[in-house]
């Protein structure tokens, strides 16, 4: 094989370990991702399991039966040979980006980076509106649907975790709820796992600041608001999203809401509560409901 050829093989084999990397990395929680954190009782692996089954359930009561694609994405030997190498790697891109685009599913699980968390990245799902209709519909039944999943927060929105990110993100993803004419009572709920480079104070002031600045008419209401601006960290990740019947739905908690009366209103964190959040300390800083 002339020289040249050589030099095109190798940067293919570079190139193709480098997507093999890219192809890890998705099974883990990244920026970019949309999803569903979900808090659980020490048993991550049957966490896993209730949220596949409940997740789909619903997914396909909003959305319909999932289809896949049964496409074959494999190339052949003489592909993988081919002397052009511009030639074979456009066309190893090519089977990556088929191969990708086969294999995700609705939900599928990735590595949170916390322990007692699950994140299922969604696709072709919107978080909020899942995640509140499986709340409402468990509230309204008060049908035990799960044994270990305690919380479930939607994923709308991701970012990297430094307070520069998180003020120019948050400027353009608050804008659909809360800037005019667009407006709204909130308070901010934050959590941070296994990151200390995070101010709790600090961050929770900045967000408000850009609630404030986008309408001088959103107010903060610590009680009943509106909204609930979810700040989740893990990591070097910033998880967002803004919800509603945060208080009602007990913090989207699913144990919880199932014990809850329809007509009753906000209370104190109950034992549960304390209970959950000592499960989550480990590598955390503290939640701060607003």
């Known amino acids: 094989m002339s ?3 050589q030099k095109g093989k190798k940067r293919y084999k570079s190139q193709f370990c480098g997507n093999a990397k890219r192809q ?3 099974h883990e929680l990244e920026v970019g991702m949309q999803g569903i954190l979900i808090t659980c009782n020490m048993n991550e692996r049957k966490c896993v399991a209730e949220a596949y089954s409940l997740l789909n359930e619903y997914g396909d009561q909003m959305y319909g039966p999932e289809k896949l694609s049964e496409k074959d994405d494999g190339l052949s030997e003489s592909e993988e040979e081919d002397d052009d190498a511009e030639a074979a790697l456009k066309k190893e891109v090519d089977q990556i980006r088929t191969s990708t685009e086969k294999n995700l599913r609705r939900f599928q699980s990735v590595e949170s980076g916390a322990n007692n968390v699950i994140f299922i990245r969604t ?4 978080p ?8 409402k519909d468990v509230h309204t039944t008060k049908k035990k649907k799960t044994r270990v999943i305690l919380r479930m927060l939607p994923v709308s929105g991701t970012c990297k975790a430094f307070l520069e990110d998180l003020k120019k993100y948050a400027e ?3 804008a659909p709820w809360f800037k005019s004419p667009n407006k709204g009572t909130f308070q901010i709920a934050y959590k941070a796992r296994n990151n200390n480079h995070m101010n709790r104070d600090e961050v929770i002031k900045e967000l408000a600041g850009i609630v404030a600045s986008q309408n001088p008419e959103n107010k903060v209401d610590l009680s009943n608001p509106e909204y609930t601006v979810i700040v989740e960290i893990i990591k070097n990740v910033c998880c967002f ?5 945060y208080t009602v739905f007990r913090k989207y908690n699913l144990q919880e809401v199932i014990k809850s009366s329809k007509e009753e209103k906000p209370q104190q964190p109950t034992k549960e509560d304390k209970e959950e959040n000592l499960k989550e300390t480990q590598g955390t800083q503290n939640t701060a409901h607003s």
Not at 128 to 135: A, M, T
Request: hydrophobic share 40%.
């Open 3 to 5: 020289t040249d050829g």
């Open 24 to 26: 890890k990395r998705r």
């Open 123 to 126: 696709l072709n799902v919107e």
């Open 128 to 135: 909020e509106k899942l995640v509140h209709h499986i709340l």
């Open 172 to 174: 353009t993803f608050f």
């Open 241 to 245: 999203s803004v919800v509603k019947d």
